[in-house]
């Protein structure tokens, strides 16, 4: 099974749908199972995180309201959100930290730093590692967090039982800080399909045993590694 594909997208799976909100996965067979969103944010408008173009996708994406931006939330998720924003005529938005994106989009870019207009979201940095940046974003008003890369739900984050999970090579320095104060009822993903059952206690168990878990996933990381590889 192929982690990535690359090619033009020809079907998709809709994931994650809830009041407010729903998921896409533009290439279901991939093993990376890289997952976009569409959130209403508390002003009405829709916001996009981290996507891909899909068959009848935009669509899906007017029939939620009208489109104020594209929010590119991983250095290595810069994805098709160009083609969004020249589709709905909206900027792509940008944590302030975030880098390797701009040159990867042919759209206007607007930069952020905590806030996220008024989506109600909120960007935290997370830059465990050297050459890993991404912005976790979190709602208070309807607990609502999404991770693009740092958790998975994807078959290739997970061992054992493991519900939701930390990225291998993160595994032995998770940045348990930038999830503090964080309290949620759904948790939406770049990779994966979201938790909607007991969010913060999935939360909670991926932080705490991530560590502990590490030599295990090592040994099935084959597919993860693949994954970085192919990202770079």
């Known amino acids: 099974m192929v982690i990535y594909d690359r090619s033009a997208s020809t079907s998709v799976r809709v994931i994650d749908e809830f009041d407010g909100g729903v998921g896409w996965l533009a290439h279901p067979d991939e093993a990376g199972m890289r997952a976009s969103h569409a959130l209403l944010g508390d002003g009405g408008d829709v916001w996009l995180f981290d996507p891909l173009a899909a068959p009848g996708i935009d669509e899906e994406i007017a029939s939620l309201g009208d489109v104020a931006g594209v929010v ?43 806030a996220l207009a008024n989506s109600g979201f909120r960007a935290r940095e997370a830059s465990p590692v050297p050459g890993w940046s991404e912005a976790i974003v979190y709602r208070r008003s309807d607990p609502t967090l999404y991770v693009p890369d740092l958790l998975g739900t994807a078959p290739l984050y997970l061992t054992g039982d493991e519900r939701l999970a930390v990225y291998l090579l993160l595994r032995p320095v998770v940045p348990t800080a930038v999830f503090e104060g964080i309290a949620p009822e759904r948790i939406l993903l770049g990779h994966g399909t979201g938790v909607f059952t007991d969010a913060a206690s999935a939360l909670a168990d991926a932080l705490a045993t991530a560590r502990r878990r590490f030599p295990r996933a090592l040994l099935q990381g084959g597919p993860q590694l693949r994954a970085l590889l192919d990202a770079l």
């Open 72 to 114: 590119v939330c991983s250095a290595y998720h810069a994805r098709d959100a160009d083609r969004f924003a020249r589709r709905f005529d909206v900027p792509v938005f940008v944590p302030q930290w975030l880098d390797r994106v701009s040159e990867r989009i042919d759209a206007p870019l607007e930069r952020f730093d905590g």
